[in-house]
């Protein structure tokens, strides 16, 4: 059973900074394409940011130059430091890794609980 963990959500002032961890358990073959969205009240679950097996990046607008997001494969862990925050990024952020649990099997997308994060103005 393959599970993502999330970790490092809080309540930050703007400005602030805070880093999401993404843990991957169970059994894994590969990893490979993951990313991190987010979900603020009322609105739809909207995509931030994107890494390949071959580190290939893609943020959305709204984050870029802001957000960095890395990836340790030897960890199965995926992270989003999230830089100069403000408000409207409020949301529960989640991640999500496409996930072969055998070599021959396909991939499956999985997702993480989601961890609450808070920007105070």
């Known amino acids: 059973q393959v599970q993502l963990v999330e970790s490092g959500g809080g309540l930050v002032q703007a400005g602030g900074s805070l880093r999401l961890s993404c843990v991957a358990s169970?059994?894994?073959?590969?990893?490979?394409?993951a990313g991190w969205y987010r979900q603020a009240p009322g609105k739809q679950r909207e995509l931030v940011a994107t890494?390949?097996?071959?580190?290939?990046?893609q943020y959305v607008d709204s984050v870029k130059g802001r957000f960095t997001i890395s990836r340790d494969n030897a960890k199965k862990t995926m992270y989003l430091q999230m830089n100069s925050l403000k408000p409207e990024d409020t949301a529960v952020y989640y991640c999500?890794?496409?996930?072969?649990?055998?070599?021959?099997?396909?991939?499956?997308?999985?997702w993480g609980q989601g961890t609450q994060v808070t920007v105070s103005s």
């Open positions: 169970g059994r894994i073959f590969s990893m490979n394409a």
């Open positions: 890494i390949t097996s071959g580190d290939d990046i």
């Open positions: 999500n890794a496409a996930i072969k649990t055998r070599s021959f099997s396909v991939e499956i997308d999985y």
